[in-house]
Antibody, heavy 120, light 108 residues
Framework: QVQLQESGPRLVKPSETLSLICTVS????????WNWVRQPPGKGLDWIGY???????NYNPSLKSRVTISLDASKTQFSLQLNSVTAADTAVYYC??????????????WGQGTLVTVSS | SSELTQDPAVSVALGQTVRITCQGDTLRTYFASWSQQKPGQAPVLVVY???NRPSGIPDRFSGSRSGNTASLTITGAQAEDEGDYYC???????????FGGGTKLTVL
């Protein structure tokens, strides 16, 4: 059974960089899309972006200038970097696996999520 | 605001049928997928594509599409079906992913 686990600092200062790692266990990195999704307190889900196992990335246009997602296949990990954070970036951050069948995209495995707070 | 529009809240009597909808122009081309989220938990996929359920999801959950509207139907809603439901699909570019704003389901 595939499992995903987020790790990283829970508190980040304004203007600094938020960095998270997602460790994948119980399955291969190959042939899947590896995503970051966030959820501000009391609000809905917000797609941040993904990296395909080949290294191709795709980012939410509203965050593209500040986001980098990278992959370390040898460690079955992928990471998120979000630059120049503000209080508006405070959220639960989830890593998730998604599959695409051409006209359908679906998130079939999620990490438990980690709350990251931006505050001085 | 999201390119996929959901009603903020829906309620259903125990054992009755409820439909949760997701509207967006891209749904004429792409199918929606649906995830359920309970308080303090990660989302769980319940329906994807034309009408597919992951292993372990009860068959009272089903999906459909008509024009620009995708629907998640729960036939015979149970108390444990309470939670937030999110649709996801592609944005107007057809390249990026997007979530609907979510629908809070209350089972009365």
């Amino acid at each position: 059974q595939v499992q995903l686990q987020e790790s990283g600092p829970r508190l980040v200062k304004p203007s600094e960089t938020l960095s998270l790692i997602c460790t994948v266990s119980g399955g291969s990195i190959s042939n899947y899309y590896w995503n970051w999704v966030r959820q501000p307190p009391g609000k809905g889900l917000d797609w941040i972006g993904y990296i395909y196992y080949t290294g191709t990335t795709n980012y939410n246009p509203s965050l593209k200038s500040r986001v980098t997602i990278s992959l370390d296949a040898s460690k079955t990990q992928f990471s998120l970097q979000l630059n120049s954070v503000t209080a508006a970036d405070t959220a639960v951050y989830y890593c998730a696996r998604h599959r695409s069948t051409g006209y359908t995209d679906y998130f079939d495995h999620w990490g438990q999520g980690t709350l990251v707070t931006v505050s001085s | 605001s999201s390119e996929l529009t959901q009603d903020p809240a829906v309620s259903v009597a125990l054992g009755q049928t409820v439909r949760i909808t997701c509207q967006g122009d891209t749904l004429r081309t792409y199918f929606a997928s649906w995830s359920q989220q309970k308080p303090g938990q990660a989302p769980v996929l319940v329906v994807y594509g034309k009408d597919n359920r992951p292993s372990g999801i009860p068959d009272r959950f089903s999906g459909s599409r008509s024009g620009n509207t995708a629907s998640l139907t729960i036939t015979g809603a149970q108390a444990e079906d309470e939670g937030d439901y999110y649709c996801n699909s592609r944005d107007s570019s057809g390249f990026h992913l997007v979530f609907g704003g979510g629908t809070k389901l209350t089972v009365l």
